[in-house]
């Protein structure tokens, strides 16, 4: 296996940063053909080539020299079974059935977009490929965890929102717990929010 190795390794040292280029469905991500740009003519220079197969309800991912007949594989469940769907209310107010977290969409349609994410995070992941900016994200986690209240501005009575909190909670439209959420509340501020909401 000496070969492969050597080869994804040297192809790793060459190929460059792919960023998130599109978004969807609340997160930004590369599409699957931009990633297939970037990297073949790389994989052609060192002779390294993938399939990608849906077996059941897994992807099978295979990236191999073509030169030593070597190769190295990963399998991924891809949950297909997890498509369900819900009721909600559509823009008029009628109750549809939807399938959950693809709204509009059909279930081969829902299908294809579940193979296109593994498919993506599969290969990327069985080459090394930088498509995420995940240190830069987790180091603004920390620094915001790290001012005080975890970076939650604090909510008192003479906070400008502080009379619409009440009648939000008041009304129900929000819990404590989701206000909390974005506002840090001292317990004698909670206590007199609850107080005032009737709670």
């Known amino acids: ?26 997160y930004n991500y590369t599409p699957f053909t931009e990633i297939i740009e970037k990297i073949k003519p790389i994989l052609k220079k060192y002779k390294l080539g993938f399939s990608q197969m849906i077996e059941n309800e897994n992807l099978k991912t295979v990236v191999f020299d073509y030169e030593s007949g070597e190769s190295l594989e990963s399998s991924a469940s891809m949950g297909l079974d997890s498509l369900v769907y819900i009721k909600k209310l559509n823009n008029k107010g009628k109750e549809v059935e939807v399938l959950q977290g693809f709204d509009g ?3 081969p349609q829902a299908y294809g977009s579940m193979i296109t994410y593994f498919k993506r995070y599969a290969l990327s992941a ?4 930088a498509t995420d900016e995940d240190a830069d994200g987790r180091n603004k986690r920390v620094e915001k965890a790290n001012l005080p209240h975890g970076g939650r501005a604090e909510l008192t009575p003479k906070h400008k929102s502080f009379a619409d ?4 909670i008041s009304k129900k439209t929000y819990t404590i717990e989701q206000i909390e959420k974005k ?3 001292s317990d004698e501020n909670r206590e007199f929010l609850l ?5």
């Open 126 to 129: 069985m080459l090394g490929l």
């Open 165 to 168: 909190i009440i009648q939000a």
């Open 1 to 26: 296996m000496k070969s492969i190795y050597k080869k994804i390794y040297e192809f790793q040292q060459e190929v460059p940063f792919i960023g998130k280029t599109a978004s969807g469905y609340g």
């Open 183 to 185: 506002y840090y509340i």
């Open 105 to 107: 969409m059909n279930r």
């Open 195 to 199: 107080k005032e909401a009737g709670v």
